[in-house]
């Protein structure tokens, strides 16, 4: 289940490699908004956190009409877009994906990928101004 942790390779489709940069920017946005908070690193590393980043980041793709052949592909994807997001945050943005995708089925973990997902349809769909769950989170709203 877990093979793709393996080996890394790096991402060669440009519409991929673009999507997710954009939404590591969207993402980084609220970072910036959230480094100030108390905690920033102990939430960063919260379940809830984790998939909240995992689910906005399956949503961009789905939004996108991006196909994944498989979890290697999957994990690229995510791994590309923490790399850009977290790169600065994290000692190293495999280990903590590879963290992170060891909590799918954790009730907080789960909660954080749907709440990412529903940020990411609702702002692209015009639905919210902007995401602001992560703001909530580490401000303690």
């Known amino acids: 289940m877990f093979g793709f942790f393996k080996k890394k390779k790096t991402l060669t489709n440009t519409k991929t490699k673009d999507t997710l940069s954009r939404t590591a920017q969207i993402l980084e946005f609220n970072l910036m908004l959230c480094r100030s908070g108390q905690s920033y690193k102990a939430k960063l590393n919260s ?3 984790r998939g909240y980043f995992v689910g906005f980041f399956d949503a961009s793709l789905q939004y ?9 592909e999957f994990f690229e994807c995510m791994l590309y877009g923490h790399d ?6 994290v ?7 590879r963290s992170s995708m060891h909590l799918q089925g ?4 789960d909660k954080g990928q749907a709440a990412g997902g529903k940020d990411y349809f609702d702002f692209l769909n015009e ?15």
Do not use: C, R, W
């Not at 996108?64 to 290697?72: M, T």
């Not at 000692?91 to 994906?97: N, R, V, W």
């Not at 639905?127 to 709203?141: A, D, E």
């Open 47 to 49: 379940d809830f956190v």
């Open 64 to 72: 996108s009409n991006i196909q994944i052949k498989d979890d290697n």
């Open 84 to 89: 850009i997001l977290l790169s600065k945050d």
């Open 91 to 97: 000692a190293s943005t495999t280990e903590y994906l």
């Open 106 to 109: 954790v009730e907080s973990f």
């Open 127 to 141: 639905k919210i101004q902007s995401p602001v769950t992560l703001l909530g989170v580490f401000h303690n709203k």
